[in-house]
């Protein structure tokens, strides 16, 4: 019985760019680009490419408009501070060729946070500058607002407030098919299994077949990890990867997801 | 007394590539970032931009010519090993328009390391091929070679290793003068001292000032970084950068190194 071909997948890509010299310079780790990849993942939304580049404005200008013209959404996180090193929100308005200027409910959010006017600081009031066209994007930790400009959205660049960001305007976001996983671990090491894994990638290429080397307990441990939107066929591959494990004489389980 | 003019700092840049799906998918965080930013500016080799990029060869061969001809040197992670979806040795081929077939010495050093010949599989001589022109990088933990083709590095993407082929070839970096570093820790919040920072950064436009925010015993405390090439320049601003902090009330001590 022929099969019946799947419907092709929609697909929806995202790029992230990590806007900060502190990353560059190996003072700081990034933690946002693995929440965010996790978190667009489970929504159908696949990170295609992740840059990490300078406060620089002519950087942040040419990066931010080549990436989204090429990918559904981009995230920047970083450089929307009040010290004068954060400027990503003046370059996100230039890179759209549109003013900036403080936006109303934003100055209104901050003024309550602040109480104290003597505590809204000029440099406070800098967090309320938005691009022009820019809707506001909820920060429930430090309350300056994030913002999305088109398909791209702006976050703070601390993890807890780039998370909650994200939280707040996921809702936003239009998904394609959500990528599934499973993941079959195996003890023959992968210069042993290479060549049987490349066949059975090549029987499935609607699936996309990794293979990551680790150890456990001092021993070779390689997770193989099947990626693709329809599960049926992730199962079929996995069943086939074990029995085919099996026969060389490796072990072989699938991990419970 | 006019100051002299300080010559021209000598600028040496490097961008990363980091190669893998398991990066983008989220599965995996990169630890390779800010290893080699780290020790690269140790070198006096800045790290201008970081790339995240998926197992696609079109991709990889775009962005390594891009930004070969853009940086002073190029460090590639990922996708050496034996598998089906290790494709960057033969992409960087491609991205450099030469050939790649099998090296006499990766051959010769991994024929040894495995020496039964059963267990140098095809899929194992694969990690032999390397590209016409390129001279090896040594691989101190598993064998199998890395490799340099012009001002491009291409170690593997498990972190022991990428770190073990950086140490074996980091004599061949010829850097440019250290950016030095002196680091102030205040508990003045950024928007309370943003103003006199920014005022500061303008007489010193030749360091750069980060400010990085963070919480230490459930207290604000903002870190000032202070970035240059002139450590006698540096000195001054930390100096005049604590006398501001201690004018507004605020703590403020400069961190030993």
Known sequence: MPEVPAAPAKIVTACIVVIGNEILSGRTKDA????LATELNKLGVRVMECRVIPDIEATIVATVNEVRAKFDYVFTTGGIGPTHDDITADSIAKAFGVGISEHPEAVARMSRHYGDPALFTPARRRMARIPHGATLVDNPISVAPGFQMGNVFTFAGIPTIAQSMFE?????????DPVLSRTVRTNLPEGIIAEALGALQKRYDDIDIGSYPGFRAG?????????????ARLAAAATELIQTIHQMGGEAEELVQ
């Open 32 to 35: 946002n680009i693995s929440f």
């Open 219 to 231: 021993k070779v441990s390689v997770s193989l990890v099947l990626r693709g939107t329809n599960d």
């Open 168 to 176: 707040s305007m996921k809702h936003r976001l239009v998904g394609g």
